[in-house]
Structures are given as structure tokens and as C-alpha cells.
T-cell receptor, first 120, second 113 residues
Framework: AQTVTQSQPEMSVQEAETVTLSCTYDTSESDYYLFWYKQPPSRQMILVIRQEAYKQQNATENRFSVNFQKAAKSFSLKISDSQLGDAAMYFCAYRRSSYRPGGSQGNLIFGKGTKLSVKP | NAGVTQTPKFRVLKTGQSMTLLCAQDMNHEYMYWYRQDPGMGLRLIHYSVGEGTTAKGEVPDGYNVSRLKKQNFLLGLESAAPSQTSVYFC????????????FGEGSRLTVL
């Protein structure tokens, strides 16, 4: 079974600095998707960034970028120029892309989350 | 622009009571999901549906039932609530195409006394 591990329960960063959140996953699939979701205190789940496994180029979205290491099964999130509004829980998630009869239809599997604090 | 809407947002129940959480999406998505979120546990899948009239068990289905009589609605029921079901519940949906990213509702906080 696929698993997603976020080894840092909590992280802290100074405003305007850079922070990297770690995520590793375990799968025997070769084709899959990876996601980072942000959950601010409002509780709303917000998609931050996504990556397709077959793409070697790391995804970027403004101040957010990933370091995708497929062989190492690692998918870290880098937040540059951290802002107070970045303070939130961050969840890494995995979804296989291939259809499998009787399977779980590619359900999203989440890590346990990393709580990011931003110091002014 | 409603997206995914969950009702109610908050509910307090006594042990043994029943209730239903309603999830409605207006994006014509085929797949719908119910997750629960507990401190330190991330989001765990309760039940899901791949289309109207279909449901399937997720990781933690015990004590819950679901129904999807209409494509846009996915109901989560608790027949006899237990304190262990105190949690925040999230509904999500996705379409078949593309990345299949999930669109989430705002969550429903349920407390069972």
C-alpha cells in the first residue's frame, strides 16, 4: 500500500526567508501525481502545487516550488520569501494515475501534515 | 461559484444519536469523497463514490454509511454516534480528467458527547 510520510510535525521560519518542508512516499507505481495542500486556520484546504511523476522538471507556482526526486521518492516543498499568510498546516498527498479494476480509483493519500509558523 | 458545499458546518451530538452530513458539488464531478481529520493523523478516507449510485469503503469506514443518489450529492450518515467520531469532516470531489486534484468543502466540525 502507498504511504506518505512528513517527518517534520512543526517548522518555523522567519518572515522573508526560505523554508523547505519534507515529504517522502512509498509506492510501486511508476505513474502518479503528487500534491501539496495548505490548510490555514480557516480550515479550508487549498491546493498549493502539483507534480506529475513522468515530468522531470520541478513544478513552480510563484514563491512555491518543489524538489521532486523520483528515485528517492521524495517531494519537498520550498517556500521562498515567506509571508505571514503562509502560516498553516501543509499536507503532502499522493495519487496513482493508473486505473485498476476493483481498486481505490486513485484516491488521494495524505501525510500527517507539517505545521508551519512564520515569525515577523 | 459554490464549488463544494457542506452542511452543517458545526454539530454537537450525544452518544447514540444519528445525523447526516450533506455534501453538494456543482462542478459535475464524477468522484466524491468523505475524509475525517484528527490532530496528528492527517486526512483519512472514510468512503468514496466513483459515480451516481455507487459507493465504496475507504480506510476508516466503520460506523459510517454513505449514499449517492444524485451525482451532485454525497451524504455521510452516522447511525449511532460515538465519542470516537468527534472530528472534522471534509467532503471533496474531482473530475476524471487532468491531474484529478481534489476540490474540498469547508469542513464540518462534529462533537459527540
Amino acid at each position: 500500500a502507498q504511504t506518505v510520510t512528513q517527518s517534520q510535525p512543526e517548522m518555523s521560519v522567519q518572515e522573508a526567508e526560505t523554508v523547505t518542508l519534507s515529504c517522502t512516499y512509498d509506492t510501486s507505481e511508476s505513474d502518479y501525481y503528487l500534491f501539496w495542500y495548505k490548510q490555514p486556520p480557516s480550515r479550508q484546504m487549498i491546493l498549493v502545487i502539483r507534480q506529475e511523476a513522468y515530468k522531470q522538471q520541478n513544478a513552480t507556482e510563484n514563491r512555491f516550488s518543489v524538489n521532486f526526486q523520483k528515485a528517492a521518492k521524495s517531494f519537498s516543498l520550498k517556500i521562498s520569501d515567506s509571508q505571514l499568510g503562509d502560516a498553516a498546516m501543509y499536507f503532502c498527498a499522493y495519487r496513482r494515475s493508473s486505473y485498476r479494476p476493483g481498486g481505490s480509483q486513485g484516491n488521494l493519500i495524505f501525510g500527517k501534515g507539517t505545521k508551519l509558523s512564520v515569525k515577523p | 461559484n459554490a464549488g463544494v458545499t457542506q452542511t452543517p458546518k458545526f454539530r454537537v451530538l450525544k452518544t447514540g444519536q444519528s445525523m447526516t452530513l450533506l455534501c453538494a458539488q456543482d462542478m459535475n464531478h464524477e468522484y466524491m469523497y468523505w475524509y475525517r481529520q484528527d490532530p496528528g493523523m492527517g486526512l483519512r478516507l472514510i468512503h468514496y463514490s466513483v459515480g451516481e449510485g455507487t459507493t465504496a469503503k475507504g480506510e476508516v469506514p466503520d460506523g459510517y454509511n454513505v449514499s449517492r443518489l444524485k451525482k451532485q450529492n454525497f451524504l455521510l450518515g452516522l447511525e449511532s454516534a460515538a465519542p470516537s467520531q468527534t472530528s472534522v469532516y471534509f467532503c471533496a470531489s474531482r473530475g476524471r480528467a487532468g491531474y484529478g486534484e481534489l476540490f474540498f468543502g469547508e469542513g464540518s466540525r462534529l462533537t459527540v458527547l
